[in-house]
């Protein structure tokens, strides 16, 4: 399932998939929406959330949803986050350091999770699996 607020975005992505991945067709799900207020009976395995964070009003709410989307005992969020980025087309609500992406995880999820910078993108992965609670 590929969720994303722009229909210009949405459409970008479904063009690419089935033309790299052509046997995907029938695969992936495209929805045109607010992520943070997405509702299915489906679970997940693995939600990806790269980049999403610093453009939306309350990031706390979009991780809780998707948190709420994984399956109930296992499932996995991957997120990324720049990190002292200048945002050149004044897209980003937020900026964030790796310490605040570690709180809004936590807040969100109940999730202590260790976040990683490599050069400037933090990195953290919500596993269902591995839970260590958040103490705020």
Wanted: net charge negative; no cysteine.
């Amino acid at each position: 399932t590929l969720i994303d607020i722009s229909p210009v975005f949405v459409a970008k992505a479904e063009q690419f998939i089935s033309e790299k991945y052509p046997y995907s067709e029938d695969m992936v799900e495209y929805w045109v929406g607010n992520a943070a207020e997405f509702s299915t009976r489906r679970r997940y395995d693995v939600i990806v959330a790269m980049e999403i964070l610093e453009h939306v009003p309350d990031p706390r709410k979009l991780l809780s949803n998707l948190y709420g989307l994984l399956r109930k005992s296992s499932g996995k969020i991957i997120i990324s986050a720049p990190h002292e980025v200048h945002d050149g087309l004044g897209e980003h609500i937020h900026e964030f350091a790796p310490g605040d992406i570690m709180v809004i995880i936590g807040d969100a999820t109940g999730h202590h999770v260790p976040v990683e910078l490599n050069l400037n993108t933090m990195f953290a992965i919500v596993d269902k699996e591995k839970y260590v609670p958040y103490v705020a």
